[in-house]
């Protein structure tokens, strides 16, 4: 089993889910006492939060390479970054590193490719519906047409992240207005909606959505043990 090098706090409240799914996934797949071989780095959220809301991506570049190198020390064979959003930084991570990063992009690609869905509609923080980093991985690596909401939707939904899912504030209200967006993004001509954020799906289920959902973290966990396990 190889281990897996966690870039995490980002927030923590998904953090843990990925420990959780992680853990709970080698279990399922070995059996008995195992569990899952990890390194966890957990940054401080407070001023990385602050510089990406500055534009100041180079600080937040410098602090996930920093927290990368330190796994690597630490004998981490390849890395996850438990966010969509600091993916943003992936490349720079990898080039700096040498590791191999697996790129939650990519894997929910792969998932909703398995589903022969051609246009998602995509739910996240502003820096991820908005930037090209994401989005355009989707499009242009992958051929996933992406739609995202209006932009008063996607102030709400980076709100909503930011002010309740990262300090562990789930409230039916913002859950409502999240399915009032989802709901249009599906009548806009979205098949599936990839759930951009590793906290909105603490808040929205599938059992809340008839259409299919992409719950990036699960997704992003599911990646990483089939890769510790046979290395593909």
């Known amino acids: ?94 080039g700096q590193t040498g590791m191999t990063v697996l790129h939650i992009a990519d894997a929910t690609a792969a998932r909703i490719k398995v589903q022969e869905i051609a246009t998602v509609g995509l739910l996240g923080t502003r820096f991820a519906m908005e930037g090209d980093f994401y989005r355009q991985r989707l499009q242009e690596q992958h051929g996933i047409e992406v739609i995202i909401p209006e932009a008063d939707e996607r102030e709400l939904i980076n709100t909503v992240i930011f002010q309740e899912l990262c300090k562990g504030v789930f409230r039916q209200e913002s859950k409502v207005q999240y399915l009032k967006i989802i709901d249009k993004l599906l009548q806009q001509g979205a098949g599936g909606i990839v759930l951009g954020c590793t906290e909105i799906p603490l808040l929205i289920k599938q059992a809340d959505v008839a259409a299919p959902l992409f719950d990036t973290m699960t997704i992003h966990a599911e990646a990483a043990l089939q890769y510790a396990l046979t290395g593909k």
């Not at 990406?52 to 004998?75: C, I």
């Open 1 to 94: 089993m190889k281990t897996i090098g966690l870039i995490g706090g980002l927030s923590w409240e998904s953090t843990l889910q990925y420990y959780r799914l992680l853990n709970e996934g080698i279990k399922q797949r070995l059996g008995g006492l195992h569990s899952a071989r990890c390194l966890l780095y957990s940054v401080d959220f407070g001023p990385v939060e602050q510089w990406m809301r500055q534009g100041n991506w180079d600080e937040v570049d410098s602090v996930m390479v920093d927290a990368a190198m330190r796994l690597q020390q630490g004998g981490a064979d390849f890395l996850l970054i438990c966010s969509n959003t600091i993916h943003k930084c992936a490349a720079s991570i990898a």
